[in-house]
């Protein structure tokens, strides 16, 4: 069973940059795939950026593509999500979810993962 603590969230400007950080424990890091989510009040949940377990392969979402930038580093059991440019629509709490890994693939949908975090609060200010 693994257990994921997000940390990194907190308020920021428009134009700004923060950087999230996915602390992984009880079990081999490696051998999962990551994702980012997020939620926004009154939304659903929706895929910010997945990871395979090489780190190679990636995905993201439509309204992040080009912002955001996701990273991992199996020796430090933690996945990172750098998000630049941000916006007041990126506002959401944001959720790191792992699931076993199977060949190179990303996963980029809630019922792909297994594990959640509780998430951290990211709030961008106009």
């Known amino acids: 069973q693994v257990q994921l603590v997000e940390s990194g969230g907190g308020l920021v400007q428009a134009g700004g940059s923060l950087r999230l950080s996915c602390a992984a424990s009880?079990?081999?890091?490696?051998?999962?795939?990551l994702g980012w989510f997020r939620q926004a009040p009154g939304k659903e949940r929706e895929i910010g950026a997945g990871?395979?377990?090489?780190?190679?392969?990636?995905y993201y979402g439509d309204s992040v593509k080009g912002r955001f930038a996701v990273s991992r580093n199996n020796a430090k059991n933690t996945v990172y999500l750098q998000m630049n440019s941000l916006k007041p629509e990126d506002t959401a709490v944001y959720y790191c979810?792992?699931?076993?890994?199977?060949?190179?693939?990303?996963?980029?949908?809630?019922?792909?993962?297994?594990?959640w975090g509780q998430g951290t609060q990211v709030t961008v200010s106009s």
């Open positions: 009880g079990g081999t890091f490696s051998n999962y795939a």
């Open positions: 979810a792992a699931r076993p890994a199977s060949g190179s693939n990303y996963y980029t949908t809630e019922v792909d993962y297994d594990y």
């Open positions: 990871i395979n377990w090489t780190g190679y392969r990636t």
